[in-house]
């Protein structure tokens, strides 16, 4: 059985870190590529990082780019999302996906990934 498993979730202030992270059972993701979705109430699931299968390209959205960092070990089957200076609006809860096909540079649309763990929530008090 195919497992994403999120931990690293909390309760931060404002400005403050966390560093999520995603263990992958049941079948080597190490040429897959991978990525972070986050959901907030009431709002649509919206990415907000990849990585591509050799950890050789990533992508972030605009409203974390430089101030989160995605990275992974293909060895470990592990992938982690650092998050700096976090804000309010970074509230969500935040799931990890992993694409079955190969040698991909991974997607910003949750329809290209076919495995997701159950999400970690994530809440930044002001």
């Known amino acids: 059985q195919v497992q994403l498993v999120e931990s690293g979730g909390g309760l931060v202030h404002a400005g403050g870190s966390l560093r999520l992270s995603c263990t992958a059972s049941g079948r080597t993701f190490k040429s897959s590529a991978m990525g972070w979705f986050r959901q907030a109430p009431g709002k649509e699931r919206e990415i907000v990082a990849v990585?591509?299968?050799?950890?050789?390209?990533?992508y972030y959205a605009d409203s974390v780019k430089g101030r989160f960092t995605i990275s992974r070990d293909r060895a470990k089957n592990t992938m982690d999302l650092q998050m700096n200076n976090l804000k309010p609006e970074d509230t969500a809860v935040y799931y990890c996906?992993?694409?079955?096909?190969?040698?991909?540079?991974?997607?910003?649309?949750?329809?290209?990934?076919?495995?997701w763990g159950q999400g970690t929530q994530v809440t930044v008090s002001s």
């Open positions: 990585i591509s299968w050799n950890g050789g390209s990533t």
């Open positions: 996906a992993a694409e079955s096909r190969t040698y991909g540079l991974g997607s910003a649309q949750a329809n290209s990934y076919d495995y």
